[in-house]
């Protein structure tokens, strides 16, 4: 009886197979390969009890990963044999998924062994081809990408912001937005598909109210808070699945009004794996708990509790008599500094500001307030202060995979300088800032703020008021700007004090613990 | 104010020397207004006709019967003109620039050539103790007339220098260029401006915060058709890598070929290092100052400290020390080149040039 049935769908089966086979046969003959330990011959040998495992999950399986296999054997083997692999990659292919396969039958036997299955993970997913599509804010030039991304805002029923003034041509693919003119004049009043938190954090962010990377991500997942807390699942949909696509529409909203931040991208990609392991069984209000308590402790441990780490690290690098440097305004590097204060290091600081955002006026007073001395500058007047200078404090808005730091524009040309005198450089960052991205300059990926910012009247006089009537004349207001490695001494993490080259391996360490 | 007036004919002698110390004093007053927030009130330039123009009314009017005289009361009145502000250099300049012609015209008169005066020094050196033998008591009937005539050479040469300077812009620049400035210099100005006429290029200028000359320059340049951009100065590293040259103008070349120059060169000279960009200084010949640069107490001047924090921020005010620095050094390994009218130059040259114009003795004035 089971002969029978299987004899038809298995022969029509095995004539798939062997007809595949054949094909392969041939490519494999016409390219006349030497290293093949696997012969001809052994290309039969799979009949039977190969086939009818494989048979269903041959033809994904080419699809899903068709590179992983023979790079995961000798991952620095020439490229060049590669095209004529074909066909003993897809026997390797489906030797590697029965191994995969076995191993986490093994793993799931023995609740113990989870990191044995981990391992055999990581090879297969680590070296999937990377077919990353390049994020749409920095393919502004190209229509096409742009055309997509207004159906999609469409589909989603969120207007699309457009861009403002006339942008400098090395600039041309990136977004540049007016602050005068906010996504959220184009929303209609009751607006059904936004929840009303999500709006005022998208104007919060678009006007600058909120600013610096640990703040927005705060801010976004207090948010997300109250949007779980507002959620309700539609009958006949799971909450895992539902939620997650009622998080998309809110998260391109945020990303018109201002784009995201890496640690803002991370804080996300953890929100949605933690809603899609909510196992179905669920009930909706645990669930909802259970959410809520994951976003915070997320919170407590990558920013609140990381901070406190940092800050143990760094107060051991601080001595008495210290002249520190800071720049700008970064959260991490002031709770630094009011802790060291506290633990009665004698130092004095010098605070590095530079227009037209101006933010070190914000870190001044908060130093001040504590009884920290301080002393002001602009970053025009860098070579006259840094003769004084003990240590650098940098704070960062990402730290790429390449070792670059990302960060506030100006960060570079302060590690520069430090560097000419021979004043080390520390930089401060959690480590759910690091990113995977790799950037050698600050032109590829980067934000444009308002143009009209750098102007400035003095004696009654604005210089540039006309610029856009003029059409030689741009402005350029950078945001952010990458700094080389070798410019930075020392990078102080919730892991440790790490140098710069060494955030690939905590990225690769970090994935392996989720 | 400070107009030349041609009234030394007409006026009766007690009048002459008022009209005269009027004169200074109203350049005095001009000079040490000049020292607040957005720089001189006039250009460096005219700063240096200025003076030079001062000089030769006091040759012409006062009395003086040698040359030795002569240069006693030139010393005097350029003590005076230094002191008024000391960071404007070109003052002290022109001074010894019409201390050398004095010696010069002086030494044609007795006949003796300034050759062998320069050589003879250090045998001088040895022989005699240092001092001088020259005292420069003779007296002769034309030395007037002729340090009158070379102090208008002086003048019609610095007239020229703008213009000089800019006709070798073709040289240096080429089309398609990414060109980078800071803040606001006429010389640059004119420079690029003339190789805009030929060659299409584009202009990044930074702003040079607080007193954001750049803007005016910006302005200007745009008004002659140059692709210009305006950065903040935080972004003066991250758009370098796009640069092929940074041309600067300077307030003062120093005599080891050093720059006292606006605030931020000093940043961008070694952003410009860093990627190997050359770096240009158009500079005429009457910046040159025979000052070596002591980071002391000399070298830095500072201005109202209310340019970088505004009294607004009243309540951390006291608390707080805020400076405003005007000048950067910027040591000559950095610079590649320096342009001024009387062609370019490598800044291992500066010495060079420094002793044909100024005479040794006079460098403490």
Not at chain 2, 85 to 114: C, D, F, H, W
Request: hydrophobic residues 35%.
């Amino acid at each position: 009886n089971e002969g029978k049935e299987l004899s038809k769908e298995e022969k029509q089966r095995l004539r798939k197979q062997k007809k595949q086979q054949k094909k392969q046969k041939e490519r494999k003959n016409e390219k006349s390969e030497t290293e093949k330990e696997k012969t001809p011959v052994s290309l039969l040998p799979p009949p039977r009890p190969v086939a009818t495992q494989k048979a269903p999950s041959a033809l994904p399986a080419p699809a899903s990963a068709p590179i992983p296999v023979p790079a995961s054997a000798p991952f620095h083997s020439s490229p060049a044999p590669s095209p004529a692999d074909k066909p003993a990659k897809s026997k390797a292919e489906l030797k590697a998924e029965r191994r995969a396969r076995q191993e986490t039958d093994r793993a799931a036997k023995q609740p113990g062994s989870s990191s044995s299955g981990i391992k055999t993970k990581v090879p297969l997913s680590e070296l999937n081809p990377v077919v990353k599509r390049l994020p749409e804010h920095v393919q502004v030039d190209d229509p096409a990408v742009v055309k997509r991304l207004a159906k999609k805002l469409e589909r989603q029923q969120i207007p699309l912001r457009s861009d403002y003034g006339y942008k400098v041509s090395l600039f041309s693919h990136l977004h540049q937005y007016s602050r005068k003119a906010p996504l959220t004049q184009q929303l209609s009043i009751p607006s059904t598909v936004i929840h009303p938190s999500i709006v005022r954090l998208g104007l919060q962010y678009s006007q600058g109210i909120v600013a610096g990377s640990n703040a927005r991500s705060v801010a976004l997942l207090h948010a997300f808070k109250q949007v779980i807390r507002d959620y309700t699942t539609p009958p006949n949909e799971e909450l895992s699945r539902d939620l997650v696509n009622k998080l998309k529409p809110y998260i391109s909203f945020l990303n018109q009004c201002r784009p995201l931040s890496a640690s803002m991208g991370n804080a996300i990609k953890y929100i949605k794996k933690e809603i899609s392991n909510i196992p179905s069984q669920c009930k909706e209000e645990e669930a909802k708990t259970k959410l809520l308590t994951c976003i915070d402790r997320y919170i407590e441990e990558k920013i609140v509790l990381a901070a406190k780490a940092i800050s143990k690290y760094a107060i051991e690098k601080i001595s008495d008599g210290d002249v520190i440097l800071v720049y700008g305004c970064s959260s991490l590097v002031n709770n630094i500094l009011c802790e060291a204060f506290e633990k009665s290091r004698k130092f004095r600081v010098i605070v590095v500001d530079s227009r037209p955002r101006l933010e070190g006026r914000e870190a001044l007073r908060r130093l001040v307030q504590r009884g920290i001395s301080c002393t002001y500058v602009l970053i025009s007047a860098l070579s006259y202060i840094l003769p004084e200078v003990s240590k650098v404090f940098l704070g960062a808005h990402a730290l790429l995979a390449n070792g670059y730091v990302m960060s506030r524009v100006g960060t570079s040309q302060i590690a520069l300088v430090a560097r000419t005198f021979n004043v080390p450089v520390l930089v401060c960052c959690e480590t759910y800032k690091f990113c995977e991205k790799v950037q050698t300059d600050s032109f590829v990926s980067n934000e444009l703020d308002d143009p009209d910012d750098l102007m400035v009247t003095r004696k009654g006089k604005t210089q540039l008021e006309n610029w856009q009537d003029v059409s030689s004349l741009g402005l350029l207001n950078l945001v952010y700007d990458v700094t080389p490695p070798d410019f930075v001494d020392l990078v102080i993490t919730d892991l440790g004090m790490i140098p710069c080259t060494s955030v690939p391996v905590v990225l690769r360490v970090k994935n392996l613990d989720q | 104010m400070g107009q030349l007036v041609n009234s030394d004919n007409r006026m009766p002698g007690a009048d002459k020397e008022a009209d005269l110390t009027e004169r200074i004093e109203a350049f005095l007053a001009d000079l040490k207004r000049g020292g607040c927030g957005t720089g001189p009130i006039r250009g460096s330039g005219e700063t240096a006709r200025e003076t030079t123009a001062l000089l030769r009314k006091v040759t012409a009017q006062a009395r003086w019967s040698s040359a030795g005289d002569l240069m006693e009361i030139i010393r005097k009145e350029g003590r005076r003109m230094t002191a008024a502000q000391p960071s404007e250099t070109t003052v002290g300049n022109m001074v010894l620039r019409v201390l050398k012609i004095i010696r010069e015209e002086y030494a044609r008169s007795r006949g003796s050539s300034e050759e062998t005066d320069q050589q003879e020094s250090l045998h001088k050196l040895l022989t005699s103790g240092g001092l001088s033998e020259e005292n420069f008591r003779q007296h002769f009937v034309h030395l007037k007339a002729n340090v009158i005539e070379a102090i208008n050479e002086l003048l019609t040469e610095l007239d020229g220098t703008t213009d000089n300077i800019a006709m070798q812009a073709l040289e240096h620049i080429h089309s398609n260029e990414v060109i980078m400035t800071v803040g606001r210099s006429r010389t640059v100005e004119a420079f690029l401006k003339d190789a805009a006429r030929k060659r299409k290029f584009h202009v990044i200028v930074a702003e040079c915060a607080p007193f954001c000359q750049g803007h005016e320059m910006a302005t200007n340049l745009s008004k002659a058709s140059i692709e210009t951009t305006v950065i903040a100065d935080a972004a003066i590293f991250a758009v370098m890598s796009r640069v092929n040259k940074v041309i600067i103008g300077t307030q003062t070349v120093l005599a080891n070929g050093g720059l006292r120059a606006v605030n931020g060169t000093h940043t961008v000279a070694l952003a410009a290092r860093h990627h190997s960009t050359p770096l240009i200084v158009c500079a005429p010949m009457f910046k040159l100052s025979p000052q070596f640069p002591n980071e002391e107490d000399t070298f830095h001047k500072f201005v109202s400290p209310h340019e970088v924090l505004p009294f607004t921020e009243g309540e951390i005010l006291s608390k707080v020390n805020v400076h405003c620095p005007v000048f950067d050094y910027v040591p000559p390994e950095l610079i590649t080149l320096f342009i001024s009218n009387i062609g370019g130059n490598a800044p291992s040259y500066i010495y060079r040039l420094m002793s044909e114009l100024y005479h040794p003795e006079d460098h403490d004035l």
